[in-house]
């Protein structure tokens, strides 16, 4: 099993794309996050601002309705919530997002509305978290892992990823903005493959 997928999920249409995109780009960031961040990894390369899925972020009912008219036929036992993710370099540098495993979900099933920068690369690591409680992110040191996959995720595709298998992005050098679909049943990411494996591009 890779640790992402693309996924066969219709591209969304430009008006509703650059609705979300405005919508994301109104996310305010903290830099007291990332100061926090940047202190606790210690590292010499400058971590990104992010936010994500919060509630600052209101997706209008009719952009939701929207979403689900084109997406829930996909997911026909699921009830699906949207959220989106703003990161965004700090000015003048190359930002990374450094490795973690994301609080509250097994997968990531994101929509990329702009990719923030040419090269912006989603690395896996070799760690990943193996429990159900997910209250937390879990924060790792680059230098204790090993990298085992990478990827450049390509703007207006649909990519599902093991959200509890260690990730970052690098080479953020402007704003990149994600939607993604949240399954109110938390499914997991091996069953997610299983299970929509007519989805997943090459696997069908
Ligand atoms: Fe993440």
Known sequence: MQDFYQIDLPRLPYSLA??????????????????????FHNC???????????????IS??????LKNIL??????????????KIEAVA????????????????????????GGDDVKTVFYNYERNEDNLQTAINLKENDLEPRSSAVFEP????????????????????RYLLSILFESNIKYKEFVTKYKHLLRGCG
């Open 92 to 115: 003048n540098t190359i930002s990374i997002t450094p490795p973690h495993c994301d609080r509250g979900r097994f997968l990531a099933c994101n929509f990329i509305l702009q990719t």
């Open 72 to 85: 829930c036929k996909y997911f026909p036992n699921e009830k699906i919530h949207y959220t989106l993710g």
């Open 44 to 58: 010499s390369e400058t971590i990104a601002y992010q936010e994500y899925g919060t509630d600052i972020t209101q």
């Open 156 to 175: 207006n595709c649909w990519y599902v990823f093991n959200a509890q298998q260690a990730h970052g992005v690098k080479n953020i050098t402007g704003s």
């Open 18 to 39: 650059s609705e979300l995109k405005d919508l994301a780009k109104s996310i305010t960031v903290s830099n007291e996050k990332r100061e926090w961040l940047q202190n």
């Open 61 to 66: 009912l009719e952009v939701q309705n929207s």
